[in-house]
């Protein structure tokens, strides 16, 4: 008898961060861009999304997902039931950015979401069956995406090895030695490497990923800005301010308080 070989099977740690269904009437925003995927769906015509020229229906027979750090513009002609769910995934996922994807609704597709609305509709947002249920609409629309956006554009196993690093000690104070050490190189020839791959050196990173990390905190907890600016490693609250608006063009204060 052959032994099955065993496998290391990817692990998408998707992580649910909102779920809900709202009347839209006031979802006419000209900036929508957060460092999270977007779900939507709208039981009937009504809303739509402009994005690089295009118009894009939200309708009953279609599915809209979105990637993080997309911009677009939203408007709304007739007030109708918005659903959607916020949520954010592992790389290559994490990575993908600047689009927009729709997809077809089938008949298990709109039974799952009818499923999500009337646990909804009986306040039961945290149960077990609605978590199940949005990693379900999830799993099953990221397993539809074209292939070649899953492709990881850090391509050195050094730049991922630091980039991971990075994402598990956000919080901390990092210096330049400590991506040298960890890639083998000298303090420049990993600076240069790592941005040729990502567009930034390993401390713009760090800082890019403290803010996306801000913005999520802000959107989907009670916690102050000054809790939030003590836990991702910044000196106080008017540190995390300056950097936030340096790179988000808002105020964390008034990031929390836009409607997305």
Not at 66 to 75: D, E, G, K, L, Q
Not at 134 to 141: A, F, G, N, R
Request: charged share 25%; hydrophobic share 40%; proline share 5%.
């Amino acid at each position: 008898m052959i032994k099955n070989k065993y496998h290391d099977f990817y692990e998408p740690d998707i992580r649910l961060l909102f779920v809900d269904q709202v009347l839209n009437e006031g979802w006419d925003n000209d900036r929508l861009s957060a460092p999270f995927w977007r779900f939507y769906w709208n039981d009937e015509p009504g809303s739509y999304i402009l994005f690089e020229g295009r118009r894009i229906e939200i309708i009953p027979n279609e599915i809209i997902l979105i990637p993080p750090n997309t911009h677009f513009v939203s408007r709304v002609v007739k007030a109708t039931q918005h659903f959607y769910i916020h949520f954010v995934v592992k790389p290559p996922y994490n990575l993908i950015t600047n689009k927009i994807f729709t997809f077809p609704v089938n008949s298990d597709l709109l039974n799952t979401v009818e499923s999500c609305i009337k646990l909804i509709r009986a306040q039961r947002y945290d149960s077990f069956k609605m978590i199940f249920l949005c990693q379900k609409l999830i799993c099953t629309m990221l397993a539809q995406l074209p292939e070649k956006e899953l492709k990881n554009p850090y391509t050195d196993v050094r730049v991922r090895k630091v980039a991971q690093y990075i994402d598990n000690n956000i919080h901390r104070k990092l210096q330049n030695t400590n991506f040298a050490k960890l890639a083998g190189m000298h303090s420049g020839a990993i600076n240069r490497l790592f941005k040729s791959q990502t567009g930034q050196t390993p401390l713009e990173y760090q800082k890019l990923q403290r803010i996306e990390k801000a913005c999520v905190l802000l959107q989907f907890s009670d916690k102050s800005i000054e809790q939030i600016a003590d836990e991702l490693g910044f000196y106080d609250r008017f540190h995390l301010s300056r950097v936030f608006k340096n790179i988000r063009d808002i105020s964390p204060a008034e990031y929390r308080n836009f409607i997305t």
